[in-house]
């Protein structure tokens, strides 16, 4: 299996602290490698003690890269076995369960109410419409049908953001309610069947391990080029693989023209988003992807009218770039507005009046 993974700048890399090397930087994250081997429990409260946390991987095809000199190592990730495989997006337990067993429970899928009102099961990178609650106030829940077609993880935030979370049943009365709902297609609702977590609880679609006997995960490096993931016991030691982030990358499920989704990025967060590297660069492709949507979303990125030199809102030159075709648009015929295309995740000049979904940044204090 090709991954291709953080491989650690060893020999050149900045010192954070004494005992740390500072593995690659970026606009938005850090990634750091301990020099100290630890547990996997030590590994994660080191982590969350000195930066944000152990490393999270959003899939097994895309991750970061950078170079190495390293012939081999071990070091810890933030993927661990749950205690429970079955579980609600909201948190909350799964006491009520009329429906079959998913599949497999290492490998994740996501229940999907269907158009004959059963309850079967998915794999969660396909893309429905989905089923969020909305809490009023006390304690009653409002379930809202969404028409939007997103996977199991972007359907998730899109309702942590409009509303309160996908869709969760825990009686009978809210089991009748929703199978009362009527769709065209099936859709999305809050239950996931995977007995892995990411130590941060970032949302994933993917399955990793394929070792169902062991509770913790080690990143190998073993030949300079190819690395992958592996389960093992979780008393190690090996060193950690941490990670801090800088800015937080907020995808906004609102749809805005250019101008709007810049004036609500600085009232709300501390600006649009800005990409400064090719490791911001696979950072801001994650987490598309797992968001599930489909198009462009706008970004940070403005042409110059006069001058015609493309900047980031941040004040930031654009010095690394993703370009389609690999060179800047050029006056006159550009459009003076910057979006990232979901499919290649390439950037792109577009019309600044078209209203679309877009990305903040929220910097980390």
Request: aromatic share 14%; hydrophobic share 35%.
């Amino acid at each position: 299996m090709e991954m291709i993974v953080l491989l650690l700048l060893l020999c050149a890399g900045v010192r954070s602290q004494e005992s740390d090397t500072l593995v690659i930087g970026g606009h938005i994250r850090q990634f750091i490698r301990s020099n100290i081997k630890m547990n996997w429990s030590d590994a994660q409260t080191y982590c969350r003690t000195h930066f944000t946390e152990l490393l999270t991987m959003y899939n097994q095809k895309d991750n970061y890269t950078a170079p190495t000199s390293a012939p081999s190592l071990e070091l810890w990730t933030g993927l661990h076995r749950r205690n429970s495989s079955l579980w609600w997006s909201n948190g909350d337990p799964v006491d009520f369960t009329p429906w079959s067993n998913a599949p497999n429970t290492d490998v994740p899928y996501c229940a999907t109410v269907t158009t004959n009102n059963n309850i079967t099961w998915e794999t969660c990178t396909l893309r429905l419409p989905f089923m969020c609650y909305h809490k009023d106030i006390g304690s009653s829940y409002r379930y809202i049908l969404i028409p939007e077609w997103m996977s199991w993880c972007g359907a998730r935030s899109y309702c942590r953001q409009r509303h309160t979370d996908l869709a969760v049943i825990r009686n009978q009365s809210q089991y009748d309610e929703v199978m009362q709902i009527k769709s065209i297609s099936p859709f999305w609702i809050g239950l996931k069947s995977n007995g892995w977590e990411w130590s941060d609880g970032e949302c994933f679609d993917y399955s990793f391990v394929t070792d169902t006997s062991r509770n913790c995960t080690y990143f190998l490096n073993y030949n300079q080029k190819n690395s992958d993931i592996f389960a093992r016991d979780c008393d190690g030691p090996f060193e950690a693989l941490c990670y801090k982030d800088l800015m937080t990358v907020e995808i906004i499920y609102q749809k805005m023209d250019w101008e709007e989704a810049l004036q609500y990025c600085f009232d709300n967060h501390h600006g649009m988003l800005t990409i400064t590297s090719l490791h911001d660069q696979m950072l801001v492709k994650q987490k598309l992807s797992s968001a599930g949507l489909a198009g462009h979303v706008w970004v940070g990125l403005r042409q110059s009218r006069i001058f015609g030199f493309w900047m980031w809102t941040s004040d930031v030159p654009v010095k690394w770039h993703n370009w389609e075709g690999g060179m800047a648009p050029e006056m006159p015929l550009s459009y003076n507005c910057g979006a990232v295309d979901l499919k290649g995740f390439k950037w792109s000049d577009q019309n600044c009046l078209v209203k679309r979904y877009f990305v903040c940044e929220r910097r980390k204090l």
